[in-house]
């Protein structure tokens, strides 16, 4: 056997077919929605989501980086302050990283 090794998943391809899908207009149109936050076609999204796969929406990422900037915002008005209000600042950045960790997981 000659030339470079390849993995099988390298050699598979995807052969199977699924059928048309009919919804209501308004479903069909909430998740053309997702596939495109997604980054997907409607049938990649919908297969994705058929398998229990991640779907990870653009949004999300924008919505993480936020939170990351606001976290380390809110941490230098603390030092600025001088510990003046520590605990409230304490559970607020807490907040903030409980919200970064749900988003992201």
């Keep these: 056997m ?9 050699k598979r391809k995807r052969t199977g077919l699924l059928p048309p899908v009919r919804c209501y207009e ?3 149109l909430t998740v053309r929605e997702k596939a ?4 997907m076609s409607v ?3 919908m297969l994705c989501a058929a398998l229990g796969r991640r779907t990870k929406t653009r949004v999300d990422e924008h919505i993480l980086n936020e939170l990351r ?6 941490k230098a008005l603390f030092r600025q302050g001088g510990g003046a209000l520590q605990h409230e600042y304490a ?9 970064i960790t749900r988003l992201g997981s």
Excluded at 36 to 39: A, E, F, V
Excluded at 69 to 74: E, S, V
């Design 26 to 28: 308004d479903e069909e």
């Design 36 to 39: 495109t936050d997604c980054g």
């Design 69 to 74: 900037l606001l976290g380390g915002q809110q």
């Design 91 to 99: 559970a607020l950045l807490a907040e903030i990283t409980r919200a």
């Design 2 to 10: 000659g030339g470079s090794p390849v993995s099988m998943s390298e």
């Design 43 to 45: 049938g990649q999204f």
